[in-house]
């Protein structure tokens, strides 16, 4: 599947006017994949419009490595965590890096098969980021300079456990969560894993196989393997109550202590399991490699949920209302093909509450929930990977460019030209559009980033 990435922000230099006599603006801010913790896709940003979308020009900025997930955007810097996990600052006007963190691993990890795919996440005080890197190990890196503030290992077997999804950021706590690399090669498990922002030390550890034992588990020291949580956003946050969701891919069940192919849903610290949803077919998805967990819940109002997959099905989820742990499966409130009906790998955008956006390979669809149930609204050919919202408009990176469409009818405004994606998403700030390019796979040690300004 291919994929495109952007990074927005505009900044106006008022040199000729007093520092007093300034009117004060907002930041512009994107600080999370997904925008907010509970990965909805979705920005209050109005600066652009259908009206100046279309006059955005792309700058090419040249960078050592490849961003094969989502910047973000946090105190006036674009801040990019690459495959052997660099993570770089970069000036949004010029495109010049400010700082660069390299890991120690780095020298023995360039061009080899062990990569991550996570978007870096700003702190609550917006004074550091957090990143990830292929040694299994997230750091707090100050925003200024990159100064590592702490490290903090979240795997036991960083050559087996990925960290694959983007981190998130809750209630003072990082979110992570792991899984396997490519071929699925054993053994290793999904795991969430919690930590102080202030300190780094691990506040709990939430195991999808092994389920009974909540702490950091040699991934061969369990019985069970795979279950990996792989998609895009990792671990959500419900923005009602602050449980925090994950869906998991293939791997053994038993409604105990295994739980692949399920949406589970956690406490706000991951310290147990509330409720979940197992699919009725969950040991054909196991072994036909359909993991539900390519992608993750997406939250809407009054409870309800979306959760796609590998099997190109969109189903609708009462997400609060979900069974304790048991070994019921199904539950499922409504099931619709996905825009082509294969398999899911990008996250949806969930607008208003009531608007499900979601785009595969082939192409991109709208539901509208009403009356506890998801009504179509439009759809086309033009695939791409996870979609956003930014103000009025919508952003779908893929077939070519970036597509950019009324939300509610799909008309599209324009096509912002771009390249070859993976799993890309755009960001949308302060008049900007900010994408990566590229394909983590192909284990190369450079990469674009494209800034439409």
């Known amino acids: 599947m291919k994929s495109v990435a952007v990074l927005g922000t ?13 009117p004060v603006a907002s930041t512009p801010e994107w600080p999370l994949y997904g925008y907010d913790s509970g990965r ?8 652009l419009t259908a009206d100046n979308v279309g006059k955005l020009r792309r700058k090419q900025v040249r960078l050592d490595g490849t961003v094969d997930s989502s910047p973000i955007l946090v105190g006036g810097r674009i801040v990019v965590t690459t495959t052997y996990g660099r993570t770089e600052a970069i000036d949004p006007a010029n495109g010049k890096v400010l700082w660069r963190f390299v890991p120690p691993s ?20 917006r004074t550091a ?47 992570a969560t792991t ?17 102080s922002e202030r300190t780094g ?22 019985s069970s393997s ?8 990792g671990a959500a946050v419900d923005p009602a109550n602050g449980t925090i969701a994950v869906a998991t891919g293939n791997g053994p069940w038993n409604g105990s202590t295994d739980w692949g192919d399920s949406t589970l849903v956690l406490s706000p610290d991951a310290s147990r399991l509330l409720r979940h949803w197992t699919p009725t077919n969950q040991n054909e998805l196991n072994t036909t490699d359909a993991d539900l967990g390519s992608t993750s819940p997406g939250f809407l109002e009054n409870g309800y949920g979306v959760q796609a997959g590998k099997d190109g099905k969109l189903r609708l989820l009462q997400l609060h209302r979900l069974p304790g742990p048991n070994t019921r499966l199904g539950g499922e409130l409504q099931t619709v093909p996905t825009p082509g009906g294969i398999a899911i790998f990008s996250v949806p955008a969930i607008w208003k509450g009531k608007w499900v956006f979601v785009s595969d390979s082939s192409g991109t669809a709208a539901w509208q929930l009403r009356g506890g149930r998801l009504h179509a609204m439009w759809s086309n050919g033009n695939g791409g990977t996870s979609p956003v919202v930014a103000g009025s408009l919508l952003y779908v990176a893929g077939s070519g460019g970036i597509h950019v469409y009324v939300p509610t009818s799909g008309k599209e405004v324009t096509t912002l030209p771009g390249g070859s994606l993976h799993w890309q998403s755009p960001i949308v700030a302060g008049g900007r559009v ?8 192909e284990h190369a040690t450079t990469g674009i980033l494209n800034i439409y300004r």
């Open 10 to 22: 505009a900044f106006v230099l008022l040199a000729s006017v007093p520092a007093a006599a300034r």
């Open 40 to 47: 909805r896709n979705v920005s209050p940003d109005t600066r």
């Open 106 to 125: 780095y020298s023995s990890l360039a061009g080899s098969a062990r990569i991550t795919n996570s978007t870096p996440a700003a702190s609550t005080d």
């Open 129 to 175: 980021v957090y990143s990830s890197a292929p040694d299994g190990r997230v750091r707090k890196l100050r925003l200024s300079n990159g100064k590592v503030l702490w490290t903090t290992r979240i795997t036991r077997d960083p050559t087996h456990e990925k960290i694959t999804s983007s981190l998130n950021v809750s209630r003072g706590l990082v979110l």
């Open 179 to 195: 899984g396997g690399y490519v071929g699925d090669a054993p053994p290793y498990q999904g795991h969430v894993v919690t930590m």
């Open 201 to 222: 030390r691990i506040a709990h550890v939430w195991n999808s196989l092994c389920a009974n034992r909540h702490t950091l588990i040699l991934p061969s020291s369990c």
């Open 226 to 233: 795979d279950s990996a949580i792989w998609s895009r956003n």
């Open 434 to 441: 900010v994408l990566a390019e590229g394909n983590a796979n």
